[in-house]
């Protein structure tokens, strides 16, 4: 389907510890008006994965890896290996087969 | 939109540098962040040429940055330095044994030697079984106060000049902070130090102390380091936990705060009127203490006696806790007395009867039971002494082997009489100082080898 | 239950675990409020003062304790001689009014007079005429909006906005002391508010100033500002306003976009989990100094600058991080092209006019605060 949007999603540096351990994963989102349909926007942004990922992916603790609607400071985000910082943050709009990265600097030392 | 790289390199910026603000590409990133740990290590005059090196590894990010970075900097400057890889094995069952695996790796990348030092061989206790003893609850303490003082052992065996410790300038920030909360006023003045240690001890400095956790974990990951990411199994995670939480809910408002809190730290003296405790050396195992005994003694007294809660809290505490343990190892021993002289009774019978000693029966009641008086006298001299001896379990050695005197009661091999060699372990400083300045509490680093040290 | 100090029945809990009885209660509240200003010795019989109101919870209960203190007889009596301020143009206009007019009314029933000066006009108009007492003077001509702090401070990033809205406070408290020839200032930061201060002063790298801005006295200047509230937590505040049933106007609003308001939010929460620790923070700031005492003061706050005599701080560690990032590597390497030191805006420093004319953090603030800098720093600056 043309609407989907594929990504593959990574975690690192402990945070794959709140993700049963699975330090890369593919997937596939729905078109953002389907996922969430109250919302004004029209394509996928980081803020949007955040909720995709509290719901499908973050069973537990959800604490550990976000605060308010962003991830916990603390977790570095890379878009495509990137910095997020320099990519907008939260209002990136995702691309089919972006990668994004989430590395803990909040584990051990 | 992509931003080009700071430099004018031509390239495409990766990341944005939490202290500056600048964004630099991959490359230019490199040789920033190095290039900005060869600045520190010069301009504050870290090392000297021919020096020998303990680099403090974990197998965490911190640990391993240091690595890599002092090793890529050592062969680029020509720094002459002889540098080795130091690790600590608290015994942590599923998580030092599986970090340790991480710093044999870094010892075969980066071709350095390595020293595992277990708290088994230096106090004849893992960490599993403290923690079997405590519970839970203070284990953190006993880690900490073990650590910080095995490094040192280590690199004395190591006969290095300097230990490095991987410290980022988060850790210190967070570490002035949680100062602040907890009020430890003497901590907060050497906390900011990049270079540690007094008279007689080996110093630690902190290369990272200016790097930016976020840009030792990028520069990990794009040069695909391999470091050791789990929380240690025990870790509370408990005062410093709350420091770290705000510091890094500042950081994302202001990232430039880090360095602001440390230079606030570095400008900060602690005003001449307060009185600080003064650093000298633990009367029993030698290493500094802000005690005649210290932390690290007291606590092992504490597990040696039973009594795993001694180094837990006050000095006053301690010394109730000790006293109440005297006064009853005195009924224990009257009690033992009377018994003993029960059974003397029966084995000067037997002397007489048979002229031959029992020596046998002799051992068996004086096992642990240590006194002047002794079936020794009684016994007329028809004894062989040396049998009656009680050999000193291995703990006993250890301690010996470390200077740490068993203060109870030591049998004088060579005399009739058994006499009392140390005195009762001296608590009864008068000074007003708090024993909980030696005590750190561990922190989300928990595993961190530089997190508790120097501080 | 009873009540810790008597045996009446106590009423109110404070720190989860003593219980008072409203009297016991109010009497200890004013005893550490003056036994505050007794023990420090700095403030000698019948001076007069400048109290500064805000109309907020602490202003409120220091202004209740002074007039409770005046009224006493004998050796129990405070002995100063009170004027009051309240200063205006921090908000919008409505509101400073609205908060302008609950200071004088809350004045008014104590019989107290109040002077409400408006700070741009003492601070940027350098204005040092006081306004009839208990009067809001009229503020709209054209020279007014171009000097108003809310616009000046609008471009500024949040977290220097408030530190140099404080400093701007303290300077214009000062002005208007010496215009009512007092050498005292008073203000009404409790324990808790300065637990936030001492927090916040380590965060913006103003440690070193930690002596002045938390401690009971702040000797910058010849006039002093004192803070007798400082023993008082703000749980104790509450107990006081609901048993006088004060009014008062609510002005602290947390955000998430400033250092400030996130260290009131942690000190806060810290308050509610572990209440001892608030108090030893304070006590802490009371045992730090700064590690050189030197006569060279900052432009614009009026501290001492400290030397740099350490090998490496954290301004030539940051300042090197702003080298390394703006060169090529070749240019670093070459001794010709090599840039020299940093030290002022226009060659990339961090920290321009640092130690000269600034201290640390009001270097930092005159760099963030760019363009719109001219209002605030013009005067200091050489040409």
């Known amino acids: 389907m043309a609407d989907t949007l594929k990504l593959q999603l990574q975690f690192g540096g402990g945070a794959e510890l709140l993700f049963d351990k699975i330090k890369k994963r593919e997937i596939e989102l729905p078109a953002l008006n389907k996922y969430i349909p109250d919302s004004k926007d029209n394509k996928w942004t980081i803020r949007h994965l955040l909720v995709w990922i509290k719901d499908n992916l973050l069973r537990e603790r959800p604490e550990l890896f976000l605060q308010g609607d962003s991830v916990r400071p603390g977790i570095l985000v890379l878009i495509n290996d990137a910095d997020w910082e320099l990519f907008g943050e939260l209002d990136y709009e995702l691309q089919n087969n972006d990668v994004i990265m989430f590395i803990s600097t909040l584990h051990g030392g | ?455 | 239950m009873y009540c810790k100090k008597c045996k009446d029945l106590g009423t109110l809990t404070i720190r989860k675990e003593h219980l008072y009885c409203v009297k016991c209660f109010m009497i200890s509240v004013n005893h550490k409020f003056r036994a505050c200003i007794g023990k420090n010795k700095i403030l000698s019989s019948n001076q007069k003062v400048l109290v500064c109101l805000t109309g907020g919870q602490s202003s409120t209960v220091l202004l209740d304790l002074i007039y409770n203190g005046l009224l006493q007889d004998n050796h129990k009596k405070l002995r100063i001689i009170p004027f009051f301020l309240h200063l205006t143009g921090f908000g919008e206009k409505e509101t400073d009014h609205k908060v302008a007019e609950l200071v004088i009314n809350q004045c008014k029933s104590y019989k107290f007079n109040v002077y409400i000066v408006n700070i741009s006009k003492f601070y940027f108009q350098k204005s040092n005429t006081l306004p009839d007492i208990n009067s809001l003077a009229e503020t709209n001509t054209e020279q007014d909006l171009k000097t108003n702090l809310k616009n000046i401070l609008k471009k500024v990033n949040p977290t220097s906005s408030n530190d140099i809205e404080t400093k701007i406070k303290h300077d214009t408290f000062r002005r208007v002391a010496k215009e009512c020839q007092c050498n005292f200032i008073f203000t009404a930061e409790t324990t808790t508010t300065l637990a936030v201060n001492l927090l916040s002063n380590l965060a913006i790298g103003r440690g070193s100033q930690v002596e002045y801005d938390i401690g009971f006295s702040d000797s910058r200047d010849e006039i002093k500002i004192l803070r007798p509230m400082k023993d008082i937590t703000v749980e104790e505040l509450h107990h006081y306003i609901q048993i006088k049933n004060l009014t008062h106007i609510s002005i602290d609003k947390i955000q998430d976009n400033n250092l400030q308001s996130v260290i009131k939010q942690f000190v806060w929460d810290l308050q509610e989990n572990f209440p001892a620790t608030v108090s030893t923070v304070c006590k802490t700031a009371d045992k730090i100094g700064s590690i050189d005492k030197s006569d060279k003061r900052c432009q614009f706050c009026k501290s001492a600058v400290v030397p740099n005599n350490e090998k490496l701080t954290a301004i030539e560690a940051t300042n090197f991080s702003r080298t390394v990032s703006n060169f090529h590597l070749g240019q670093y390497l070459n001794e010709e092209t090599r840039p020299k030191e940093l030290t002022n805006e226009h060659d990339g420093s961090m920290f321009p006019f640092i130690n000269e004319y600034f201290c640390y953090c009001c270097s930092k603030n005159y760099l963030e605060s760019g363009n719109q800098n001219n209002n605030l720093f013009k005067d200091m600056l050489p040409v």
Not at chain 2, 50 to 72: F, I, P, Q, R, Y
Not at chain 2, 91 to 103: A, K, N, Q
């Open chain 2, 1 to 455: 939109m992509p931003i080009p790289c700071r430099t004018g390199c031509g390239k495409n910026a990766m990341l944005k540098r939490p202290k500056t603000g600048d964004a630099l590409c991959k490359e230019c990133f490199f040789w920033a962040f190095e290039t900005e740990i060869h600045f520190t290590i010069t301009k504050a005059e870290l090392f000297k040429r021919g020096d020998s090196v303990a680099v403090a590894a974990s197998g965490g990010k911190d640990s391993t940055v240091l690595a890599h970075v002092l090793k890529t900097l050592n062969e680029r400057y020509d720094y002459g330095l002889n540098l080795m890889l130091l690790s600590i094995d608290e015994g942590i069952t599923g998580y030092r044994d599986d970090s340790l695996e991480t710093v044999k790796r870094n010892r075969d990348d980066y071709e350095m030697s390595l020293k595992i030092l277990s708290y088994k061989d230096l106090y004849g206790w893992t960490m599993d079984e403290i923690v079997a003893q405590i519970g839970r609850k203070n284990n953190c303490t006993f880690c900490g106060v073990f650590r910080r003082q095995a490094l040192d052992r280590g690199a004395a065996m190591l006969g290095v000049k300097c230990i490095a410790t991987g410290h980022n300038a988060d850790d210190i920030a967070e570490t002035v902070l949680m100062n602040v909360l907890r009020g430890d006023i003497a901590r907060l003045k050497r906390c900011t130090a990049i270079s540690t240690g007094s008279e007689g001890t080996i110093p630690r400095v902190k290369p990272l102390k200016y790097t930016y956790e976020k840009e030792i974990v990028m520069y990990a990951h794009y040069k695909k380091l391999v470091y050791f990411s789990t929380e240690c199994v025990f870790a509370p995670n408990a005062y410093r936990g709350h420091a770290r939480a705000l510091l890094k809910d500042m950081e994302k408002i202001r990232p430039t705060c880090i360095m602001d809190i440390i230079y606030s730290g570095e400008t900060m003296a602690v005003k001449e009127e307060v009185t600080l405790p003064t650093q000298r050396i633990c009367t029993r195992c030698k290493f500094v203490s802000s005690q005649e005994v210290c932390k690290a003694c007291v606590l092992l007294e504490g597990l040696n006696k039973g009594l795993p809660k001694l180094g837990i809290g006050k000095s006053s505490k301690a010394k109730r806790m000790l006293d109440e343990y005297n006064t009853k190892q005195e009924q224990n021993l009257k009690d033992a007395i009377k018994q003993l002289d029960n059974d003397v009774e029966k084995i000067e019978n037997n002397c007489q009867s048979n002229q031959k000693c029992r020596s046998n029966l002799c051992k068996n009641k004086r096992n642990g039971l240590l006194n002047k008086k002794s079936c020794n006298n009684k016994c007329s001299g028809n004894c062989d002494r040396t049998k009656v001896i009680v050999d000193n379990t291995k703990v006993d050695n250890l301690l010996a082997k470390y200077a740490i005197h068993e203060p109870v009661k030591k049998i004088n091999t060579d005399g009739n009489n058994i006499v009392n060699v140390d005195e009762d372990f001296d608590t009864s400083d008068n000074e007003d100082v708090n024993i909980d300045q030696e005590d750190d509490t561990c922190s989300a680093s928990c595993g961190k080898m530089g997190s508790l040290i120097g501080f």
